[in-house]
Structure formats: structure tokens, C-alpha cells
């Protein structure tokens, strides 16, 4: 066939997505006797959990965000392909690209997912996540943007609405980036501008459930609401979004006007169900077992945010970095069990490491089995912890002296506004 991969002497593993669980796959078959191809449509692997961060105007991109090829460079039996996989065909055993078909023994699907808008799926081009780099810088360009605009507008309702910014989704990405948002305006650009004044910047937090965080324990749901409420965040519970435009949101029958709408609601998975025929979720992800495959096939694991998966105790798996990486490193041996003759490993088990979020620059909340952390000390752990799984040292310190200098002089030195920024309408 022409474009297709001729099929080569060891056995060919196929990882579609190099995120948390897709290069946690690669690199622990580092040293196996197999090729692997691992295949995405982004050259680089960010660190998704500080992306907020990036948007934020707290970190740059390549401060959290590593080439691809650099990290597998080392591995002779690794290829790397930027590409979009567009299907699978299963009874072939291939993976369909635009211009080949990868043929493979094993394929590993980690395609991650998406923000979900519970079918208005219109509203993303008005209120985007930050799930990648590019929606990051993008939120910290329309951010950075609506001040500029503020500043030049002779209409006080238009600067009000410009200087208001609504977060929807009381997830951790959210509560993150409702401290950091407040952070910036009423900090970093407090004496930038001469006409408006950044510190009166509107910042809403709406969620549709009774309370932020549902995933912590509800103290610590408690304390993060207190805290964001305590810095100025106007936190609304219970309402959720019924409209989103260009010029804001609707909240039942308010509607709030908004130069920024940032969104961290709801979950959309990748097209892999659909991929391999197979039932999903609600959500779309790919329903596996206890070995994280599909039910009836054997060469096919399914994991990350592509997966629903459910632990010991019969409750969905969370769709954080731990559990994606631990996924990858439970495929990789069940593959290398499995070239050696040897049984499968046992089920796949969770070992948890706790829930964190960040509220602010001073204060946090960890929750480890039943053990709860608040306040100053949560936030040092928080960061510790986050510095900690950056991948190279030089990203560690370099995010970790970025902190320290944001700590203590309230600067944040991304505030780059790019792509196109002197059309006419940037600036109206």
C-alpha cells in the first residue's frame, strides 16, 4: 500500500499522544527489544498542570514545555512523528494518518481529551481552556488585550466590562486560575496603566455545583472558597452557564458582560471510541477494564484522559497527571510481560498521591488519603511538588527562581501579547 510502513523483524508499537501517559509508555520501553513509534500532533510535551500559569502571564511557554524528539533522543528504538491520526483501522492492525497507515502489534491510545461545552460546542471559540500551549498564550493574549482596550475606551461601561473576567468551572484549573487572574490585575498591572485602574478588575468564578473542588474533601472545598472570596473573587455556586458570546455570558436569567471568558467546565475525550467502534462514556471516553484495554482486544490499551477507568473501590479514575503516568507505566510492563512469555500483571491499582490546588500566592489545599494541608505550608508543598515532576533541571530552576522573583516583587514577566496585534479590531 503506498504511504504504509513496511512492517520491520521486532514487534512495532504504535503510542498515539506523547502526553503524561503516552511518554510514560515510551520511556519505560526504553531498553525493550520492540520499535515504537510514538506519534502526535504537537512537537512538544507540556506540563499541563502549570499551563494556567502560561496564561496567566506567570511563566513562559518553554518554561513547562519540552521538544518532543529531545526527550526519546536517547532511545534507538523510538521514532517520533508529527502527525493527526485521523482513524484505526483494527482488523488490519493499522493506524490511519493523513498521508501513511501505520501498521503495528501493539497500539497504545492516549490521546488525552478536551473542555467539554455540553453541546454548544460554538461557545469554545468565545470562552477557550487552557488543555495546550497555544490556548494558553491565547487566553494570555486576550487578557493582556482587554486592558489595552480598557485603557483606550472612552466609555466607562465598555472599560467595566473589558476589566471583567469570568472563569467557568470550579475544578482546580479553574480555582487556579481565578488566584492567578486576580494576581495579575491587581498586582503585576496595578501601575502599568494611567486611565484605568487594573485593581478594579471584576473577577467571577461560576459554578454549576454546590461547591468548588468536588473532588477534595469539602473542608477543603470550604477553605479554597473562603480564600478566593477573601482576595476579591466574586465565586458564584449553583449557576450555571446557559449562553456564552463574544461579549460575555449568560447565568440563567443575568446576564454577566465580560471582555475575558476563560473555561475549565466539562470534558470532551478524542475521537478513539468512535476509532475502534468500542462503547464510551458519557463523555466519550473509551471504557476499559482492569488491564486498561478494551473489552475483547488484546493489542489495544486505552489510557490517560482517553480512558474511563474505574479503581479498586469501583470509583472513576481522576483525570490527573499520577494516574496517566502510573497507566503508562503499567502498559509498558504488561508489553514487556508479555514479549517475555510471562503472565500478565495483575490489574491495574492506583496508588494515590494526594489532590492539590492552589489558591493564590499564599495559600493552598492538599489532600493525602486522610490527611489535609491548608495555608503557606500547602502552597511551599504545592510548588515543591510541581517543580518536582518538571522534566529537565534546568525547567526546575528556572520556574522555581520565577516563583521566588513573582513571590516578592509581585512582577510577572511573560506579559507578551502576540499574534497580530495591530489589526484594527485588537484595539478598538
Known amino acids: 500500500m503506498p504511504g504504509s510502513d513496511v512492517a520491520g523483524p521486532r514487534p512495532r ?20 527489544p520492540v520499535d515504537i513509534t510514538l506519534i502526535d500532533r504537537e512537537n512538544h510535551h507540556p506540563f499541563q498542570p502549570l499551563l494556567y500559569q502560561v496564561a496567566t502571564a506567570g511563566l513562559s511557554p518553554a518554561d513547562i514545555a519540552w521538544p518532543i524528539r529531545s526527550l526519546v533522543r536517547d532511545q534507538r528504538n523510538t521514532r517520533v512523528l508529527l502527525g493527526a491520526v485521523t482513524g484505526i483501522d483494527s482488523v488490519r492492525k493499522r493506524v490511519v ?39 494558553a498564550t491565547e487566553i494570555r493574549r486576550r487578557l493582556l488585550l482587554a486592558f489595552e482596550r480598557a485603557e483606550m475606551s472612552s466609555d466607562a461601561r465598555e472599560r467595566e466590562r473589558l476589566l471583567t473576567i469570568v472563569i467557568v468551572g470550579g475544578v482546580p484549573t479553574g480555582v487556579e486560575m481565578a488566584g492567578a487572574v486576580v494576581e495579575l490585575a491587581r498586582k503585576a498591572l496595578a501601575t502599568d496603566f494611567r486611565t484605568i485602574d487594573p485593581q478594579q478588575t471584576h473577577v467571577m468564578l461560576v459554578e454549576a ?26 465565586v458564584r455556586l449553583q449557576q450555571a452557564v446557559t449562553h456564552c458570546s463574544a461579549t460575555g455570558v449568560t447565568l440563567g436569567d443575568e446576564s454577566v458582560a465580560a471582555g475575558t471568558v476563560i473555561w475549565a467546565a466539562g470534558l470532551a475525550a478524542s475521537p478513539a471510541a468512535y476509532w475502534l467502534a468500542v462503547a464510551g462514556d458519557h463523555v466519550g471516553r473509551v471504557v476499559v ?23 479498586v473501590a469501583g470509583k472513576p479514575l481522576p483525570g490527573i497527571a499520577p494516574v496517566a503516568k502510573q497507566q503508562g507505566a503499567y502498559v ?13 500483571p495483575p490489574p491495574f491499582r492506583y496508588r ?18 486522610r490527611r489535609q494541608l491548608t495555608g503557606w505550608f500547602a502552597w511551599w508543598v504545592w510548588g515543591i511538588a510541581h517543580s518536582y515532576f518538571l522534566i529537565s533541571l534546568r525547567n526546575r530552576l528556572i520556574v522555581m527562581t520565577q516563583w521566588l522573583w513573582s513571590y516578592f516583587s509581585f512582577e510577572r514577566g511573560a506579559r507578551l501579547i502576540t499574534g497580530m496585534v495591530t489589526r484594527p479590531e485588537s484595539l478598538e
Open 13 to 32: 508499537v504504535v503510542i498515539v499522544g506523547a502526553g503524561f501517559s503516552g511518554l510514560s509508555v515510551a520511556k519505560r520501553l526504553a531498553k525493550a
Open 97 to 135: 494518518m493523513a498521508d501513511r497507515n501505520m501498521a503495528c502489534d501493539v497500539l497504545v491510545l492516549a490521546t488525552g481529551a478536551t473542555h467539554g461545552y455540553f453541546g454548544n460546542d460554538i461557545w469554545a471559540a468565545h470562552a477557550p481552556g487552557p488543555k495546550t500551549i497555544d490556548d
Open 209 to 234: 455545583g454546590p461547591r468548588l473542588l468536588a473532588s477534595f474533601p469539602e473542608p477543603l472545598s470550604r477553605h479554597a472558597e473562603q480564600a478566593l472570596r477573601r482576595v476579591g473573587v466574586d
Open 289 to 311: 477494564g482492569p488491564d486498561l484495554r478494551p473489552p475483547g482486544m488484546d493489542d489495544v490499551f486505552v489510557i490517560g484522559d482517553t480512558a474511563f477507568a474505574l479503581d
Open 332 to 344: 509498558a510492563e504488561a508489553i514487556q510481560a508479555r514479549l517475555a512469555g510471562k503472565p500478565a
Open 352 to 369: 494515590d498521591r494526594g489532590l492539590l490546588a492552589t489558591v493564590g500566592r499564599k495559600t493552598a489545599v492538599i489532600a493525602f488519603g
